[in-house]
Nanobody, 126 residues
Framework: QLQLVESGGGLVQPGGSLRLSCAAS????????IGWFRQAPGKEREGVSC????????YYANSVKGRFTMSRDNAKNTVYLQMNSLKPEDTAVYYC???????????????????WGQGTQVTVSS
């Protein structure tokens, strides 16, 4: 069974950090790109970042560039989203999703992703 499981969400103060994890089971991520998406209350889901698992290429939304960093651990079949300098507007449910990495374009188009995790809540508040 193909599955993505997110973890690492929680409550953090503005300016703080969190690291989200997305672990894949039932398939290898070697041929996939993994995206992080988020959905805040009353808003549409938006792309946050993406990594091509095979070569580590990364893509970021302008709103998180310089604050968020994606990485991967090939041995653990897991990707991470390190979130620093968090702002209240980063509050959302964060989802990871997987899609074939070849051909690859339009990293933030969620309809191109085949597998989704259940989401993890991130709340940035004082």
């Amino acid at each position: 069974q193909l599955q993505l499981v997110e973890s690492g969400g929680g409550l953090v103060q503005p300016g703080g950090s969190l690291r989200l994890s997305c672990a894949a089971s039932g398939f290898s991520l070697d041929y996939y790109a993994i995206g992080w998406f988020r959905q805040a209350p009353g808003k549409e889901r938006e792309g946050v970042s993406c990594i091509i698992f095979s070569d580590g290429s990364t893509y970021y939304a302008n709103s998180v560039k310089g604050r968020f960093t994606m990485s991967r651990d090939n041995a653990k079949n897991t990707v991470y989203l390190q979130m620093n300098s968090l702002k209240p507007e980063d509050t959302a449910v964060y989802y990871c999703a997987a899609r074939w990495s070849s051909p690859f374009s339009r990293w933030s188009q969620e309809t191109l992703y085949n597998y989704w995790g259940q989401g993890t809540q991130v709340t940035v508040s004082s």
